[in-house]
């Protein structure tokens, strides 16, 4: 690694949504994350950088989830979840998810996360403690909220893809299959659409064919819309049917 890269610290965390979880769970990650970060014990790298790291001996440390990794997997890459999914059904688990799906759940995809009990001692079955590690995520936010408890367990050197794989671009890792890793994040109604720039820039690819299968998507969506309101009006409304059925 050149030493302007080794010497390069991240002095701020980059503004992210986290789109996989609700407003206090990452402000707890973020009050993590900020700890490595204010003692200059991570590196700031782009994911091309993660890339020739990989070459030179660094382990890519991939801490999403395992139906992100589904979507998008790194090849070479150590996979250990930072979040794994809340299963919790009693009422204060269902409200935790009701909310994180309306928050943005129905249109980004994923379900409510809770922390990773196991994470460190999975890590450590894996990585021993004097490799050099890039901790990796879609967004950026948990791969930072990660290097925290690596960097008290002892690990080090430390970076992160500030970003994360979602400012990746074609090439820059090696992706299973050569997929493109920006789409690990895809999901929900979005998702379906295929309104992400991942998606966007290969239905471009596609020409004519991928732009009539996004139309032949919205419209599908605006019908199930439509549905979904006519069943409201007949459940609320008893005379919907009666006026329905009194007009044949």
Known sequence: MSAALAQRVVATPMSSAG???PVPQRAAVQAAARLPVRDGKVQNVTAKEAGALMKEGWVLL????????ANAKLVGAVEVPLFVVDSDMSPAGLLKQASNFGMGGWWLGGAHMKPNPQFMAEVQASVPKDTPVVVACQKGLRSLAACEPLSRAGY????????????????????????DIRLGGVGGLSGILGWTEAQREA??????????VNIIKVLAVLLVIDLVWFGYEVATDSNVLTDFFGSK
Do not use: C, Y
């Not at 239905?203 to 009539?212: D, H, V, Y």
């Open 62 to 69: 991939d801490v999403r989830p395992p139906q992100e990794i």
């Open 203 to 212: 239905t471009r690819t596609e020409g004519f064919a991928g732009g009539a």
């Open 19 to 21: 789109h996989r979880s």
């Open 156 to 179: 080090g050197p430390l970076a992160w893809i500030n970003g994360g794989f979602d400012t990746a671009q074609p090439g820059d890792l090696p992706t299973k299959d050569g997929a």
